[in-house]
């Protein structure tokens, strides 16, 4: 049984840059495609970004990609969001997720395994 916890968020200054951090334990991370997703105040969880098995292969939501980086390190067992310039509608609880899919996916279906989230706000 894969646990995935999370670490990194906080409050920051918009323009301003976080990592978000993603570790797993309890079974071989390397055998897990991994996401991100996120959750606004009073909407719907959205996809963010995912990374295949090997780190070779990553997706984002439409929009995303020049602000997030997904990468991951299997050595460590842990996944990370790179996100710069950061924006007030970037606030909301941040999750990392995995599950046994090959390549990437921004479908929910496709996790198995979830993190408790970390909050992430943007607020001068």
């Known amino acids: 049984q894969l646990q995935l916890v999370e670490s990194g968020g906080g409050l920051v200054q918009p323009g301003g840059s976080l990592r978000l951090s993603c570790s797993g334990s309890?079974?071989?991370?390397?055998?897990?495609?991994v996401g991100w997703w996120r959750q606004a105040p009073g909407k719907e969880r959205q996809f963010v970004a995912s990374n295949d098995r090997g780190g070779g292969n990553t997706q984002y939501l439409p929009g995303l990609m020049t602000r997030f980086s997904i990468s991951r390190d299997n050595a460590k067992s842990t996944a990370y969001l790179q996100i710069t310039s950061v924006q007030p509608e970037d606030t909301g609880v941040y999750y990392c997720a995995a599950g046994r899919f090959a390549g990437t996916s921004s479908r929910q279906s496709s996790y198995n395994y979830w993190g408790q989230g970390t909050q992430v706000t943007v607020s001068s």
């Open positions: 309890g079974a071989t991370f390397s055998t897990f495609g």
